[in-house]
């Protein structure tokens, strides 16, 4: 007997919640009286579920039978004290142009708090669903004051939001971030739909204003944190390591904030600021680490700046750097970068090998040893020693098989074959990494195979491929210039050949390295112009976008290239930073 009871509930179950996707499929479709035809009988079955309730009174108004709906409430809050009905009440009034009976059980609804506080979550969030934001701002502020333990700031943030009212949208969140610090990220994301990288715009200045008075009135390392986050998305990151600085002078635990503060500068190009901060970190740290990952990336700033003959100046920066910390497992990544920069800046590749190899005596485990082996055949590459760097590349895919520097390594065996011309072998491999686990990796790997694909068959020698597969192995070896020149020859000698657009893409980027701008300019407009069907169309809307941006100050010439990826080219890689730097040109919020 009990199976069978639990078999009939089970069944009654199963009943209920079909007719549930039935009323709720009825009320979508607009078939009003079929859905409530069904809540009614659902609501027969659960007469106290407000999710029923709210759905055969919002049922009704859709019918427009409002008198209805004022019986059937008026009959329930007989039977149920639920003050959430006056606001619903309400609402009916108001639909009904009675707006003297809808402020009457409005008003009604508000004073139910004075007499529970807690009546503020059905009434507020009832208000709410009908738009009603003043009375739901009444209703939380008043249930704030009766219990101090309330915190509705989050919801009041939201509804200030709606309302336009900004300066007290941002007080709110603030103050929820200030009562509930884990919320903080989710603040910075709410707040990031208000802002823009102008530190100019009115809401910027608001939200700066309202953080330095707190700061003055109640110090707290809050309004530290959440001003360093502005001036990042304002890119003023002088004034960002400013606020850093003082919570690590009140925290010093930490730097982690401050050396991501640098890398942030770094990618952004602001060389300057990033050396700054860098400097700051190798004169304040106390552990080796943070003060290797300093040394490291100050120096690899000064290379990308330094004219040749100061090369020398760097290079013995390197050396004391190992007088100073040694040449151990811990100092590899300095090893590798010295090694590098000793081959492809100081062009001493012998010097460079050498020194890698004695790198690989040293007791590291296979993922160090196979981040060695990985320069040491970038190096012969440089050199032109292309068996001798498969040889490398080879080791690392045996011995760390799926891993991603393993899938890194097979896409320079691929790379090395299509410089040696060997398309056909680069193919092969290039295939297998389309599935890579690495995004990056595997769209390297289908740009090149494409660039292989679209080219071989056009030329049954493949003079064009093999001139621009050179090209690239020149621009890889940093000879910029030959390899421009090279590319010349291209574009005079194969104008009919589809490999045009990949020639004068790569010259264009060739370009832009030499920071010549104007010459750059010339070629993205070139690919527009002539390969609108191609696959670098939406590259050369986006590169030549940042340098009207960023480098000719042409602020509407690029908000127009952009505009072209937003509304033509929704698939593209470039799609979401189009929309970004677009709205951000416009002046609208950074997300």
Known sequence: MRGLHILFILISVTVFSQNDILAKEYFKKGDFQKALHEYKKLYANSPSNINYINQIVSTHQQLEQYDEVEAFLLKL?????????????????????????????????????????????????????????????????????????????????????????????????????????????????????????????????????ILLKKNQEEPNLLWNDMLSWLFIQQKDFNKAFTQEKAIFNRQPDNLSKIEALALIATNENRNDVAKNIFAYLIETAQDSDTKLKAHYNLLRLETKESLKEHYTVINAKYLELFKEFGTFSQTLKLQIAYAHFLAFYMNETNKATAFLEETLKLPLNKFQK????????????????????????????????????????????????????????????????????????????????????????????????????????????????????????????????????????????????????????????????NYRDGILIDDAYFKLAKIYEKQLNLPEKAKALYEQIIFNHADSIYFVDARKRYRALRGDAIN
Do not use: C
């Open 370 to 529: 196979a981040e060695v082996k990985l320069e040491l055949g970038d190096i012969l590459i440089l050199q032109e020693k292309f068996n001798k760097a498969l040889i490398y590349y080879t080791q690392i895919q045996r011995n760390l098989k799926n891993s991603t520097i393993s899938q890194e390594a097979r896409y320079k065996v691929a790379k090395a074959s299509y410089y040696k011309g060997d398309f056909k072998w680069a193919e092969s491999q290039l295939k297998i990494l389309k599935a890579s686990t690495s995004q990056l990796i595997a769209n390297d790997a289908l740009y090149l195979k494409l660039l292989i694909s679209d080219n071989k068959y056009e030329d049954s020698l493949q003079t064009a491929l093999k001139l621009y597969a050179k090209a690239d192995l020149l621009a890889f070896q940093n000879r910029n210039q030959e390899s421009i020149l090279l590319l010349n020859k291209i574009l005079d000698e194969h104008k009919t050949e589809p490999i045009m657009a990949q020639a004068l893409y790569k010259q264009a980027q060739l370009f832009e390295v030499k920071k010549q701008y104007e010459k750059a300019e010339a070629n993205y407009e070139a690919i527009i112009a």
């Open 77 to 209: 809050m007989e039977r149920i004290n639920y003050p959430a009905f006056l606001v619903e009440l309400g609402y009916n009034y108001q639909l009904k142009n009675d707006l003297e009976n809808a402020t009457n059980n409005y008003n009604k609804a508000i004073a139910s708090i004075d007499v529970k506080a807690s009546n503020v979550f059905a009434v507020a969030r009832s208000f709410q669903g009908h738009t009603l934001l003043n009375e739901a701002v009444i209703s939380y502020e008043k249930a704030m004051v009766l219990n101090p333990d309330f915190n509705f700031n989050l919801q009041l943030a939201k509804i200030y939001g709606e309302q336009g009212n900004i300066e007290k949208m941002f007080t709110s969140y603030i103050e929820f971030a200030e009562f509930n610090p884990p919320s903080l990220n989710n603040i910075k994301r709410a707040i990031s739909e208000f802002i823009s990288e102008d530190s100019a715009n009115e809401n910027n200045i608001i939200f700066r204003k």
